[in-house]
């Protein structure tokens, strides 16, 4: 089996769609302009999926009250002290330090303008 998507409840899906076309390079496969705001967001590879919508019949988490280290979307950045500054320049809030681990991986924590956590992983060798 392969993933096709990751889905999450949000309070206002088209924002947090726009910021994630606009900021992380992800493309709009399909949106249903009508409540509940469906977006299916495709990362660069095209391989993989995010599904973002606002059901007001469900709770919307907390996710800025979620530890980082208990719910992230880990991106490949190439440079991820630019990418940490462009994204906090968009609204982003760096939860963290950059840091070097045992494997030589650099990873740095950022939330998106609504609290959801995004690990940048720049690998010293890709892993996929």
């Known amino acids: 089996m392969k993933i096709e998507h990751l889905a999450w409840n949000v309070e206002d899906p088209i924002s947090v769609a726009r910021w994630y076309v606009e900021n992380l390079g992800f493309t709009i496969k399909r949106q249903i302009d009508a409540p509940p705001?469906?977006?299916?967001?495709?990362?660069d590879s095209g391989t993989v999926m995010l599904e973002?919508?606002?059901n007001t019949e469900v709770e919307v988490h907390g996710f800025a009250e979620i530890p980082v280290m208990a719910l992230h979307l880990a991106l490949v950045s190439h440079d991820?002290?630019?990418d940490m500054a462009r994204l906090a320049?968009?609204?982003?809030?760096?939860?963290?330090?950059i840091n070097t681990n045992e494997s030589g991986?650099?990873?740095?924590?950022?939330?998106?303008?609504?609290?959801?956590?995004?690990?940048l992983v720049q690998r010293s060798e890709p892993m996929i």
Not at 105 to 119: N, S, T, V, Y
């Open 80 to 82: 991820i002290d630019a």
């Open 89 to 97: 320049a968009a609204g982003g809030t760096p939860d963290g330090e």
């Open 105 to 119: 991986d650099r990873l740095g924590m950022i939330r998106d303008p609504w609290g959801f956590c995004l690990q």
């Open 52 to 54: 973002l919508y606002g």
């Open 37 to 43: 705001w469906i977006h299916f967001l495709a990362d």
